[in-house]
């Protein structure tokens, strides 16, 4: 007598039913926000001195904006990645438009280093900084779209 459970009959229906789980999306997720947020730290160059500790600390301070966006954008990351897992607590399958907008919001993710550095950079510049500021922005709401469309 033939059997009825889909594994007896197909004996790879349980990798393609793990296909359409979350669990690859989130597997690629989670290294996404990783590397971005480990990204932060290359946007830090290590001070030129003249030996002395009083130089040491003149040329960290003048690092401040980029040590605060590093700080503003990890924090951000974080909250975005939390988030990010608990919204897949009640999502239980993926489907085509789920992952393209994961994809556009994981893109946003990506950026982020680049963008913080850039606004960091244009902070010593009031011509330049709406230009930065707008961007920075611009990324995070295109990954908030994205994220709440979700």
Known sequence: MPSDTPQERDPFAFARDDE???TRLEGFSDGIFATAATLLIFS???PQTDGSAESL???LAD???IFAGLLLSYLLIASTWSNHHHLFRFIARTDHPLLVLNAIMLLSVVVIPFVTTLLASTLANPAQTQVG???YGGVWTL???AYNVT
Do not use: D, F
């Open 20 to 22: 359409r789980g979350t």
């Open 44 to 46: 830090v160059s290590l």
């Open 57 to 59: 600390l003149r040329e």
């Open 63 to 65: 690092q401040w904006a």
């Open 133 to 135: 500021a707008a961007l």
């Open 143 to 145: 990954g908030g779209v």
